[in-house]
């Protein structure tokens, strides 16, 4: 029906924007690196000991648990209560099992382990029943209060310990990491009861689709507190993003925003962090071994060696996630590292006077100081770089002050390096160390092991080159490019003009080397300056490298930073960089942004499509087909993507003809809507309206079939049928109640019926929610409370039973006919600019014009 109602252009333009919708969501489902996080294990079976909760609280959450993980030995001595380690509490998110805390558990113990328990932690973790509460907000409210609880529980643990903990540390997955952050909110809750909150793949921002009121409104109260308290607030916070590869929570709203310079918060996606380096799945977040290890490693950064708890020293808390998440130096953390080292002891001192320098250590017998004279590469060149493939922990380069050519004391550069996947490195612009007469790269006696160290001078604008991007709808088939001829070991790629998040291009990285007997690395870092969301390629050489460019956060307006690809490259080949669009990219993009409104868009087209009908009905007295009002109401640049054609099963006994009378109130319609408000009042909101869409759904395909029985028993004789119709046209009577039904006004009626069908299609759905979450507690609680589909229901039962029993042919004479046709198009305006961000309100846009065509029965 639908492919003979539209023309062969618009058809055309169907097929290309599905094709289009299809590349995109392709590139957000698919097109994203492989995983390569490594499986954490546990070395012994874990075990999860149920904590007894007070009598009282076990009755007011009676589907709320809490956990404490444990493995082997561990597990056999802590159940015998109370505990003497450092309480750290996990919050599952979105449908999220306690025993995720597994992961991260087991690794903390072996550390502890390997520290023969100088310290350790002990992981609660909260059983929230695995609630839906990404989709269903009304339960948000109470795990926050059923949290608080159970720190105060945790505490009460370690009552009468020698070094007792005063608060807890707070790792929340997902929705979890929200709830944690909700927990300041609450009037009686003291914010020294958390001493630090690291958040996995949290949508701090905004719910990724606000399905309901409760929602918007918890996530409203959390983010305006947390706003209009930035100054006050003194918690340490670390939000960890998982990535492309997370579709479910897109990076960009898991960034927690700086209000001001107090503020103790760091954002940061997983393929930047130090040792991780990999972008993670939604799940695989919490049991990613090398984002775990780096989150384990930071927690007993974080001990103070007095208390033998977690740091209350927010200074050391900001440092310890900033040496462990942001830039990591290739050292171990220290408090206040010592700026000024010996160089003293039986070492050789060796001056290098050229720019570019290579050594080659292999059991080597002693010490090695090589110094580089600064004074008289200052006058030629303004940067020094210098990197080491020995990725130990021990300081590796200094520098002396005013010194001939050794020194003593040096000052320790090493703090200022980068750790790298292969390499550590050091970039230093000459002139903001004045002071500095010599460079010093100390190479130590090693045995059996062989490592590399580089060192070069050079001039900034021969290793920084600017690549403008291309243009957006250039589609692929243009590119630009850069030729790196030189031998240098470091270049800055600057990409111009990238700064949006619908921007999305492929870089082509060719290397060619000349013949070599050994493997050679090269390491490429796409460097965001204004969001930690670096991502880094390891190359090896020669060879073709294709690296994604794409944002999570569109660079800010007062920002005028230029995004990077740094390139870590090798003296012995040759490099060149092409940039062009991606197109398939580009559209992940959109869907990965904007798709969350599709069905505000949806539901706008078909509320267009049903105003014309109404109007069809009103000035001709027919209703169109809904695919041919859709292509005349829509138009082809607002497409309905998803058409849905009533397809309905007639497997039933049909009727022999059409209903004789039209009753708008049919004796059990009453009787039948007060059934179904009193379920929406009694257990769910979203059951009901299902309920009143099934007999809706009924209705109509009982009106089908009747048509299709009465057209099959028709004589073939066109002229006969055109006169019975006409005849059964002239007893029509005013009263609405007493209406005889043609076969012209039931194919009328049947086409206004899979529109109201296509609009309370979306109603339900953006109700299941609620629904799916009432099922899944129904063993707790029979009525869902708070409800947010329940003022919904109450109005739109009644008005599924009337337009379930409406006829266009008893609403033709209607006097609210014109202002009914008139609604729908302000409606249609009104759900893109309030319900695109905010899906809950999408059925009051639908309803209202589906309750002017239930009154225009009356009026």
């Known amino acids: 029906m639908f492919l003979h109602s539209v023309n062969l252009w618009n058809l055309a333009f169907y097929v290309f924007m599905v094709f289009m919708a299809t590349l995109g969501l392709w590139d957000v489902f698919f097109g994203f690196e492989e995983n390569k996080c490594s499986m954490s294990y546990m070395f012994e079976y874990p075990e999860y000991q149920k904590i007894e909760l007070p009598k009282k609280l076990a009755k007011r959450y009676p589907a709320y648990e809490l956990y404490l993980y444990g493995e082997g030995s561990y597990a056999e001595e802590h159940k015998i209560l109370p505990l003497t380690g450092i309480p750290v509490l996990f919050l599952p998110g979105n449908a999220g099992s306690y025993k995720q805390v597994r992961s991260i558990g087991s690794i903390a113990l072996r550390k502890a382990e390997d520290i023969d328990f100088k310290y350790h932690f002990d992981f609660f973790s909260v059983n929230f029943n695995e609630e839906l509460v990404a989709l269903y907000g009304g339960s948000l409210q109470k795990q926050t209060k059923f949290v608080h609880e159970c720190i105060k529980t945790i505490l009460k643990l370690y009552k009468g310990q020698e070094f007792a903990p005063k608060s807890v540390a707070i790792i929340g997955h997902s929705m979890g990491g929200l709830v944690a952050r909700a927990l300041l909110t609450l009037k009686n809750f003291k914010h020294d009861l958390i001493n630090l909150l690291i958040t996995q793949a949290t949508p701090h921002v905004a719910p990724v689709m606000p399905l309901d009121r409760f929602i918007t409104d918890f996530y409203t109260t959390v983010n305006n507190y947390w706003i209009l308290n930035a100054r006050h607030i003194n918690l340490t916070t670390l939000s960890v993003a998982g990535g492309f590869r997370d579709y479910q929570v897109r990076s960009g709203l898991t960034f927690l925003p700086k209000l001001s310079h107090h503020t103790s918060a760091l954002s940061v996606v997983s393929s930047a962090v130090p040792k991780t380096w990999v972008s993670t799945d939604h799940l695989s977040i919490v049991w990613c071994k090398q984002l775990q290890l780096t989150t384990v490693r930071a927690f007993f950064d974080l001990i103070d060696a007095d208390t033998k708890q977690i740091t209350q020293n927010s200074k050391k808390k900001l440092s310890v996630l900033t040496h462990h998440f942001i830039r990591h130096p290739s050292k171990h953390f220290e408090e206040n590292?010592?700026?000024?080292?010996?160089?003293?002891?039986?070492?050789?001192?060796?001056?290098?006077?050229?720019?570019?320098?290579?050594?080659?250590?292999?059991?080597?017998?002693?010490?090695?100081?090589?110094?580089?004279?600064?004074?008289?590469?200052?006058?030629?060149?303004?940067?020094?770089?210098?990197?080491s493939t020995m990725l130990d922990t021990n300081s590796w380069i200094f520098a002396c002050i005013n010194s001939t050519s050794m020194c003593q004391q040096g000052v320790d550069l090493s703090w200022k390096a980068e750790l790298l996947p292969t390499i550590k490195t050091l970039t230093l612009r000459l002139q903001d160390y004045p002071s500095l007469s010599h460079l010093v790269v100390y190479v130590p006696s090693v045995h059996g092991s062989k490592f590399v160290v580089d060192c070069e001078f050079f001039k900034k604008e021969t290793r920084s080159i600017q690549l403008p991007v291309t243009h957006l709808f250039s589609f692929g088939l243009s590119s630009r490019k850069v030729m790196l001829n030189t031998n240098g070991l470091y270049y800055n790629i600057e990409l111009l003009n990238f700064g949006q998040i619908y921007q999305a291009f492929k870089i082509n990285v060719v290397s060619k080397c000349s013949a070599v007997k050994e493997e050679i690395t090269s390491i490429y870092k796409l460097h965001i300056p204004w969001s930690y969301e670096d991502s880094l390629t390891v190359a090896q050489a020669p060879s073709s490298t294709e690296i994604s460019l794409k944002l999570h956060i569109a660079q800010p307006e007062n920002d005028s930073h230029v995004a990077l690809l740094k390139m870590y490259t090798s003296s012995d080949c040759r490099y060149e960089v092409t940039i062009k669009t991606s197109f398939s990219q580009i559209l992940g993009q959109v869907v990965r942004f904007h798709g969350g409104a599709l069905p505000a868009y949806v539901v706008s087209n078909m509320l267009l499509t049903y105003r014309g009908q109404l109007y069809s009905l009103f000035s001709t007295g027919c209703c169109l087909e809904y695919a041919t009002m859709l292509d005349k109401e829509a138009k082809p640049?607002?497409?309905?993507?998803?058409?849905?054609?009533?397809?309905?099963?007639?497997?039933?006994?049909?009727?022999?003809?059409?209903?004789?009378?039209?009753?708008?109130?049919?004796?059990?319609?009453?009787?039948?809507?007060?059934?179904?408000?009193?379920?929406?009042?009694?257990?769910?909101?979203?059951l009901a309206i299902l309920l009143s869409y099934v007999y809706y759904v009924f209705k109509v395909v009982h009106l089908q079939a009747s048509l299709t029985t009465f057209k099959n028993s028709q004589p073939v004789n066109p002229k006969h049928s055109r006169r019975s119709e006409k005849k059964s046209n002239h007893h029509k009577d005013s009263s609405v109640h007493h209406l005889r039904l043609s076969a012209n006004d039931a194919e009328d009626s049947l086409r206004m019926h899979s529109t109201v069908i296509n609009l309370l299609t979306w109603i339900v759905l953006l109700s299941m929610p609620s629904l799916i979450y009432w099922l899944k507690n129904l063993r707790y609680y029979f009525k869902l409370n708070p409800d947010p589909c329940k003022p919904l229901a109450f109005i739109l039962i009644p008005t599924m039973a009337i337009l379930g029993n409406t006829y266009t042919v008893s609403i033709k004479s209607s006097k609210l006919l014109k202002t009914a046709s008139q609604f729908p198009l302000p409606l249609a305006v009104g759900v893109i600019a309030f319900g695109s961000a905010h899906l809950y309100r999408v059925p009051c846009f639908v309803f209202i014009p589906l309750l002017l065509h239930a009154l225009c029965n009356f009026m």
Request: proline share 8%; net charge positive; aromatic share 14%.
């Open 337 to 387: 590292p010592a700026i000024i080292s010996d160089l003293t002891g039986t070492s050789m001192w060796v001056p290098v006077k050229v720019s570019k320098w290579t050594y080659v250590a292999y059991n080597e017998s002693e010490k090695i100081y090589f110094t580089f004279p600064l004074e008289n590469h200052r006058k030629i060149y303004t940067h020094v770089y210098c990197q």
């Open 637 to 686: 640049y607002k497409v309905d993507p998803f058409v849905i054609i009533i397809k309905f099963l007639l497997g039933y006994s049909r009727p022999s003809e059409l209903p004789k009378d039209i009753k708008m109130i049919s004796p059990d319609l009453p009787f039948l809507t007060i059934v179904l408000i009193i379920v929406s009042w009694t257990t769910c909101g979203a």
